[in-house]
């Protein structure tokens, strides 16, 4: 197992980051070159992160991916060339028995985490597995996804990316954080999709990175496991999810502000 999924299996705080979608061959190795470099600063360990396809986009002419086994191709050359684990989205069956020759966690998107055979086909691959609960699932309910994969694989995790409240908005129920713990060891704070605006009338997700920070702290402040940062170096020339992401160059400043609090947290037990 890689040195960073044993620090998180001991229950080491832990960052899962990167851009929304590998969208060519050079920009996915930027960022992970540069998360790295702030894994190792901060020693925090890092699970990069890039779905090699998007299947759930607002607009036809919305982009995708740069084709499959391209996209996966990327993903193992990051996971090779900077020792880092990989984490990426599956939309089926079979996507997620393909996917697990390339990555180390297998991605259940928000809108696919009742799908029975989905998750237990995910479960099937001995891959750790992160359901991220729908907008539209109560905490309490993701125990019945947590108990789908555990009918086949012990390592799963929940990742909390708010809820929907209205059409256009969403919002985090913290105390659900901690309900969701109590069933499920590993337990992720997605401080990018939280703040997403989505199904706007462009057929563009709109989104309100500003306040990513304040939602990474207070998710750091209540204990959970690890965050979720989609980040990019230029979110404006992002091909999706441009509007929601952190710009990488504050990143650093922001991870500094996470550990420091993470060390006042870890007192209060």
């Not at 929304?20 to 960022?31: A, H, L, S």
């Not at 939309?91 to 990555?103: K, L, N, P, Q, Y």
């Not at 999709?193 to 309100?208: D, F, I, K, Y």
Request: net charge negative.
């Amino acid at each position: 197992m890689d040195e960073s999924l044993k620090k998180i299996e001991q229950g080491a705080f832990f960052l899962i980051a990167g851009p929304c979608v590998i969208e060519n061959e050079e920009t996915p190795i930027e960022i992970a070159t540069y998360l790295k470099q702030l894994s190792n600063k901060y020693e925090i360990p890092l699970i990069f992160k890039a779905s090699y396809k998007k299947a759930n986009r607002s607009s036809i002419h919305s982009f995708t991916g740069i084709g499959d086994l391209k996209g996966l191709n990327v993903l193992k050359d990051i996971a090779s060339k900077l020792n880092v684990p990989v984490i990426t989205d599956v939309h089926s069956e079979e996507e997620a028995r393909t996917a697990a020759d390339f990555v180390d966690v297998i991605q259940i998107p928000a809108f696919l985490c009742r799908q029975t055979e989905l998750l237990l086909a995910a479960a099937k691959t001995g891959k750790i597995v992160n359901v991220k609960k729908g907008q539209f699932m109560s905490p309490e309910s993701m125990r019945f996804a947590v108990e789908k994969v555990r009918s086949e694989n012990e390592k799963v995790w929940l990742t909390e990316r708010g809820n929907s409240f209205g059409y256009q908005n969403l919002v985090v129920d913290f105390p659900g954080v901690k309900q969701m713990q109590s069933f499920c060891d590993t337990v992720i704070m997605d401080c990018t999709h939280a703040l997403q605006r989505p199904n706007q009338s462009a057929g563009v997700t709109g989104g309100n990175p500003d306040m990513i920070e304040a939602l990474a702290l207070a998710a750091t402040s209540i204990g959970v496991n690890g965050l979720f940062i989609e980040t990019h170096p230029r979110p404006s020339e992002a091909k999706s999810d441009g509007a929601n992401m952190l710009p990488m160059d504050q990143l650093d400043q922001l991870l500094s502000r996470i550990m420091a609090l993470r060390e006042t947290v870890s007192t209060w037990s």
